[in-house]
């Protein structure tokens, strides 16, 4: 069974809406393209290695429709080497309408998305989730995710779609690699999906020592 990564970009505030550009996704979003200011060698290079064993791509239609309009144009340019993956790999579409998929290798997943993706995960080793908020949520919703990279840049936006929202439910996960920090201050963050959901506690249990009087 394969691995299903999402690979997400968000501010500190965990919006997560349009960090490429304004067109991605402007409706009543006035800071598309937010990420750019704050790309940095470190980050550049965090976010390719990220991409490294990628065997297929599974987006939602949105950012698919962006991926199509895009690559198919960029091999032999600056970023020849995600260009030629990701034109050469399968991509699964989530989407309830219609999309162009003319873009080599594309295909629709059907009405029941828990079930397609249960599938691509047995057909496939590494699986990439990339933007497509809306289904992220349905994944985490699910659970159906291995791996969730998350770069949280140094921003505060106060308004936008956001990483983890309806789709969010009680999870616990891991943090599998170090954290690592680009020049401009953007923090990369690894975790796996674990086991359970978040336990509680007392932090004023006497085996705590913490809340007694000395």
């Known amino acids: 069974?394969?691995?299903?990564?999402?690979?997400?970009?968000?501010?500190?505030?965990?919006?997560?809406?349009a960090p490429g550009g304004p067109e991605e996704d402007p409706e009543g979003f006035p800071y598309g393209g937010w990420q750019a200011p704050l790309m940095d060698e470190v980050s550049?290079?965090?976010?390719?290695?990220a991409y490294e064993g990628t065997d297929a791509l599974l987006l939602g239609r949105r950012t698919y429709?962006?991926?199509?309009?895009?690559w198919p144009h960029q091999e032999g340019g600056e970023d020849n080497e995600i260009a030629r993956l990701f034109n050469s790999i399968p991509k699964?579409?989530?989407?309830?309408?219609?999309?162009?998929?003319?873009?080599a290798g594309s295909?629709?997943?059907?009405?029941?998305l828990a079930g397609a993706v249960r599938e691509i995960r047995d057909r496939h080793e590494n699986i990439k989730v990339v933007g497509s908020l809306d289904l992220v949520q349905s994944l985490l919703r699910?659970?159906?995710?291995?791996r969730l990279d998350l770069w949280v840049h140094p921003i505060v936006l106060g308004v936008g779609k956001k990483v983890f929202d309806d789709g969010a439910v009680p999870t616990n996960v891991t943090l599998v690699q170090p954290p690592a920090v680009s020049t401009k201050g953007?923090?990369?963050?690894?975790?796996?999906?674990?086991e359970g959901v978040p336990?509680?506690?007392?932090?004023?249990?006497?085996?705590?020592?913490?809340?007694?009087?000395?």
């Open 65 to 70: 429709d962006i991926f199509a309009a895009y």
């Open 186 to 194: 953007t923090v990369h963050l690894r975790y796996g999906l674990a």
């Open 1 to 17: 069974m394969g691995l299903i990564h999402i690979e997400m970009f968000a501010t500190l505030d965990l919006v997560g809406q």
């Open 44 to 49: 550049g290079a965090q976010v390719a290695a």
């Open 107 to 112: 295909t629709q997943l059907g009405p029941d």
């Open 142 to 146: 699910e659970k159906l995710f291995d």
């Open 199 to 214: 336990g509680t506690g007392d932090m004023s249990a006497p085996d705590r020592g913490l809340g007694q009087g000395n």
């Open 92 to 103: 699964y579409v989530a989407s309830r309408g219609t999309p162009d998929l003319s873009w």
